[in-house]
């Protein structure tokens, strides 16, 4: 029997790969666990490490305030992150990193079991949908597969260095918004 339990326990004694050695706090995620939307980003920062919690930080904030765009609050969404634990000052994580991980992904994805999953930015979509996907060309497009809707934005922390990019992530946001009424009709 899968339970939040086992998965938690699971991800506080991992040591499949070396960022467990520089870890504050595990960041499993947040949010409501029977939601049919998750949002996954690619790993905890400095503030999500010290709090436990994912996308607190700067681009936390950002998120929030994304998703009120939308009509939608933290509390009506599930957040999580590819690797649970904070890689060192916050650069991207490497690829074993996210395939230590990837399993408790999918745990996750199964305890969840979302309709929809938001990958924000390239770290994400590229272990999520596709290993060679493009955020500047591929965002805002739905992918369908095992029963799942896919589509990556820009991630928050892309958004606060570069504000250009804003507009695409709102035409993103729409989308997921219709999407996400959709889902919620059938």
């Not at 998750?38 to 994912?54: A, H, K, T």
């Not at 979302?114 to 591929?138: E, H, M, N, Y």
């Not at 965002?139 to 606060?160: C, D, R, V």
């Amino acid at each position: 029997m899968k339970t939040w339990e086992i998965l938690e326990g699971a991800c506080l004694s991992c040591k499949k790969c070396p960022l467990w050695e520089t870890r504050t706090n595990v960041v499993v995620g947040t949010g409501n666990k029977n939601s049919k939307i998750m949002f996954v980003g690619e790993g905890p920062g400095e503030q999500e490490d010290l709090q436990g919690q994912p996308f607190v930080g700067p681009a936390g904030k950002l998120l929030d305030k994304m998703l009120g765009a939308i009509d939608m609050k933290r509390e009506d969404v599930y957040i999580t992150n590819i690797v649970k634990c904070r890689p060192p000052y916050n650069r991207d994580p490497k690829e074993e990193e996210q395939s230590a991980c990837m399993n408790y992904l999918r745990y996750q994805l199964k305890l969840i079991e979302p309709k929809i999953i938001v990958c924000l930015g390239r770290i994400a979509a590229k272990a999520i949908i596709s290993p060679d996907f493009k955020i500047t060309s591929q965002h805002g497009i739905w992918y369908e597969k095992k029963g799942y809707y896919f589509i990556a934005t820009y991630h928050p922390s892309a958004l606060l260095r570069d504000p250009s990019k804003k507009y695409h992530a709102w035409e993103d946001l729409k989308k997921i918004r219709d999407k996400y009424l959709e889902m919620n009709n059938l």
